[in-house]
């Protein structure tokens, strides 16, 4: 029984590295070749605010979309307690990196970001719609640091900009990300 555990690892093993092989191989528009590294990888990170005991997990996967034309994001807080999926492409009318994200919660949010090369940074400015709490503009930067992803988030929230979420995430092994 161990030796077939063993191998159908191996299998499984073999079968992920052809698939990443396989995804690297694929194409990707130029101007999204920035996010190459971090497809079908997977990531979580402690969202937690200080002071509360109960503890908030946000999962994510990235991956390639729409045959390279563009980036997906999936994640879930808690196991689908909140979730959303996120879309970045190269929009060339604005000529720069553009996204759409939707939610869980009924809003959505749509806007631009930049990569900044020298810092491995993408900072991102986004408009929200229909959000019940108020917020109307989110600023972004995402640090992308190979095993490790820092967010940093302020929100325009009834008239006044207010620190957002902020996490370190860590890239994990694949995992499901759920919805509830």
């Known amino acids: 029984m161990q030796k077939f555990l063993v191998k159908a690892f191996a299998v499984f093993l073999l079968f992920c590295l052809c698939g990443t092989a396989q995804a690297a191989a694929l194409p990707l528009h ?14 979580q990170g402690d969202l937690t605010e200080p002071g509360k005991t109960e503890k908030t997990i946000d999962r994510s996967h990235w991956s390639r979309a729409l045959n390279g034309m563009a ?6 807080i808690n196991d689908g307690a909140y979730g959303g999926e996120s879309m970045i492409f190269w929009d060339e009318a604005k000529q720069s990196l553009a996204y759409y ?10 806007g631009t970001m930049e990569f900044d090369a020298v810092n491995n940074r993408i900072i991102a400015r986004e408009i929200v719609e ?8 989110v600023q972004s930067s995402s640090e992308l640091n190979g095993a490790e992803l820092k967010v940093r988030s302020r929100y325009l929230q009834h008239g006044q900009w207010v620190d957002g979420h902020s996490a370190d995430y860590q890239r994990v092994a694949a995992m499901p990300i759920k919805f509830n």
């Open 71 to 76: 980036i997906k994001t999936v994640h879930s």
């Open 101 to 110: 994200y939707f939610t869980t919660a009924g809003f959505y949010t749509h």
């Open 30 to 43: 130029p101007k999204l070749e920035v996010f190459r590294p971090y497809l079908d990888t997977y990531w």
């Open 130 to 137: 229909n959000n019940a709490n108020g917020i109307t503009e």
